[in-house]
């Protein structure tokens, strides 16, 4: 098996699908989530976290089949049961609960206002704006601030034409990162 690092560089590489209903690859939405998190000074933890939020759509067989037959994927569940034999909780954790920020935070209208039509509809399949009392308990989990931080990575990480690094500009981090 070839080492962690190698596979993921391999698959932000060759896998060329476009983000469920946007305007730019998987691969691209990343790693701008990722510059993101470096731009905001993030801890090198977050960084990671962020480059690798939804490392389970590559798992996935086909993510736009899912939406389209209006099934939630569980991506977040699948990368981060992928990624937790390499790398750390606190990497973990955030990719873990990336969607359940989504849903906290929906639970602000103007949040919700602001997301694009392809992250509403996922919110939807998500199960939807959490209640009072699921937000009660996202909140007991120790990693929540980290989760919501890179929520809202991801939902400005969807811009088109601009310049991005490439994935190998994430190979010292990564290795620095497995455990």
């Known amino acids: 098996m070839p080492n962690i690092v190698d596979q993921i560089i391999f698959s932000f590489t060759n896998n060329n699908s476009l983000y469920i209903g946007e ?7 990343m790693i701008q989530t990722a510059m993101l998190a470096e731009k905001n000074k993030c801890s ?11 490392y389970g759509h ?3 067989e086909d993510p736009n089949q899912l939406v ?6 569980n991506h977040e569940t699948i ?10 909780k606190d990497i973990i954790e955030p990719i873990l609960l990336h969607v359940k920020a989504k849903k906290y935070l929906a639970r602000n209208r103007r949040y919700f206002d602001s997301l694009s039509k ?8 998500q199960g939807g704006i959490m209640s009072d009392i699921e937000a009660k308990k996202f909140k007991k989990n120790k990693n929540y601030k ?9 939902e400005n990480a969807k811009k088109l034409n601009i ?12 290795i620095s990162k497995v455990i």
């Open 23 to 29: 305007g730019l690859t998987i691969s691209e939405h």
């Open 44 to 54: 090198d933890d977050l960084i990671c976290s962020s480059l690798l939020h939804d």
């Open 58 to 60: 590559f798992i996935i």
């Open 68 to 73: 389209s037959n209006l099934i939630d994927g």
């Open 79 to 88: 990368g981060a049961n992928y990624l937790k034999k390499y790398f750390s």
């Open 118 to 125: 392809a992250s509403k509809t996922s919110l939807k399949l």
């Open 146 to 154: 980290n989760a919501v931080k890179l929520r809202r990575f991801d």
């Open 163 to 174: 310049k991005i690094k490439k994935i190998e500009d994430y190979q010292e981090l990564l």
